[in-house]
């Protein structure tokens, strides 16, 4: 069992850590490490020199599991002016929404018409939405949602994760759809007897879903990203795809902001097709904690971080 990140996933669910450690000035230092900003404003300006770079992003804001409608409504206008914002600065800019976040707890009607509102404002404006899958207890009413909304459009992809046992079954049974899939490895603490504990069985499921996927690429017309900093799962996937008769380009891999931004730019020049993910918002502690628990060694590199710069 991995204690740090057992402790890492207790404090991102942790009502009092999640109200009164944002407030303190270090750990907002600390959390530029992996956010350029609570704004928009911030992500557009970082989004625009990933561009000159060669390498596009995908924004989401941050937030998850509201009180009521109301805040599912603001969320929803937010990301269609964010769409408005990303057309004006001209940036190759996708956006990425937690259900939560729209209202998903509360009313999944509601919340099927706050996303159709989000996704024919994509459309218009020749840009595309990623669904975050959330927590194990989401999934199944996440998959379904998903399909809707695949049958109706093109322009709307789903995120995945190779440490659920289940994922397999649930990627083949997606594949008639002609799904965009956006591969992870998982950041929830979830029950043994439903997810992967140890990191190299994470990492031999990811690979062959990956696998999978780029197999789906040519008969399925499938979009695949693999969204994973994991430098041998990379050079794996690039391995697989060159013996396949893949270019360069048609392998897609998306990171996070933050996290190997050398290896972002040399995938870059490589030819490989590169997105970063750009967080913001008020709401950043949970999902923080999270990205730390992903790797707990990323603790002690903030750490040093805050002393040295």
């Known amino acids: 069992m991995d204690i740090g990140r057992d402790i890492l996933l207790w404090a991102s669910r942790n009502e009092w850590m999640k109200n009164s450690i944002p407030n303190y000035p270090f750990v907002k230092k600390a959390m530029k490490r992996f956010m350029p900003g609570e704004k928009i404003e911030d992500a557009l300006r970082e989004a625009q020199k990933f561009n000159e770079l060669g390498i596009g992003t995908v924004f989401t804001h941050l937030g998850e599991n509201l009180k009521n409608l109301h805040e599912a409504e603001e969320v929803t206008f937010h990301y269609i002016e964010a769409l408005k914002k990303i057309e004006t600065a001209q940036t190759p800019t996708e956006i990425s929404i937690k259900l939560t976040q729209l209202g998903f707890d509360l009313s999944v009607d509601q ?106 690429v040519k008969s399925k017309n499938c979009r695949a990203a693999f969204a994973t900093h994991d430098l041998r799962l990379i050079s794996m996937i690039e391995a697989f795809g060159k013996a396949n008769g893949f270019q360069r380009e048609q392998l897609e891999f998306q990171m996070l902001y933050g996290i190997k931004t050398s290896e972002q730019i040399k995938l870059a020049k490589e030819g490989y097709k590169i997105l970063v993910l750009i967080s913001y918002g008020s709401s950043w502690y949970p999902w923080y904690m999270r990205r730390l628990a992903e790797r707990p060694a990323n603790v002690g590199f903030v750490l040093k971080n805050l002393f040295t710069n």
Not at 141 to 167: D, P, W
């Open 111 to 216: 919340t099927m018409s706050n996303f159709e509102k989000i996704l024919n404002q994509a459309k218009d404006k020749n840009n595309f939405v990623w669904i975050d899958i959330e927590q194990s207890s989401y999934v199944d009413a996440t998959l379904q949602f998903y399909k809707r909304f695949k049958k109706l459009s093109s322009n709307v992809g789903l995120c995945l994760q190779s440490y659920l046992i289940r994922t397999k079954n649930d990627l083949i049974d997606l594949l008639d759809l002609s799904p965009n899939i956006r591969l992870v490895k998982g950041a929830y603490k979830e029950p043994h007897h439903i997810a992967f504990k140890e990191k190299s069985k994470v990492d031999e499921n990811y690979f062959e879903l990956s696998k999978l996927l780029l197999e789906a």
